[in-house]
């Protein structure tokens, strides 16, 4: 590959990583054909983009990106594919999913997800059970609601027993 070639390629790498807020460092080379066509298709249908990166040029890529990304250096080795997302667990659960069916690949290498490093195998667990931003926003509105509806609520049910209660006196006067 020529230099030229391999610049334009390593701005395309930055250019995408920068799109999205979370990425996944996947071993994907040992899945057949038709194993490889499912984990697109699973990709594309949570919104995570899956490339095949050499190792060398995504080193290159990360080492010109803001930030520190040494960590990731050392799983570069062997096939990778880096699958981004703005959804920090959906690869996790998607490589989950192909785990559970009995594959042993796809298997996960490294991940960087909500400004920290997950390296390893072992690490999928947590990063599936990771809440994304709009399940946090939703249940952070669910704990406010909360105490607002037991306030209306007991004031709704006073309201009604001092109602009862004025009735009840009103009734007894006559």
Known sequence: MKKEDKSLVIQKIKDTLAQYSAFYLVETAGLDAEKTSAFRRACFGADVKLMVVKNALLHKALE?????????????HGATS?????????????IKDFVKKGDTLPRLKAAYVEETF?????????????KSKNELIADVVALLQSPAKNVISALQSGANKLHGILETLSNKEN
């Not at 990106?65 to 050392?74: A, H």
């Not at 997950?118 to 990771?130: C, N, P, R, W």
């Open 64 to 76: 010109q990106m803001e930030g520190d990304y040494s960590e990731l250096y050392p799983t570069l």
């Open 118 to 130: 997950y390296i390893g195998e072992d690490q999928l667990d947590a990063l599936a059970s990771i």
């Open 82 to 94: 880096l699958n981004c997302t703005n959804v920090g667990n959906a690869p996790a659960k998607l």
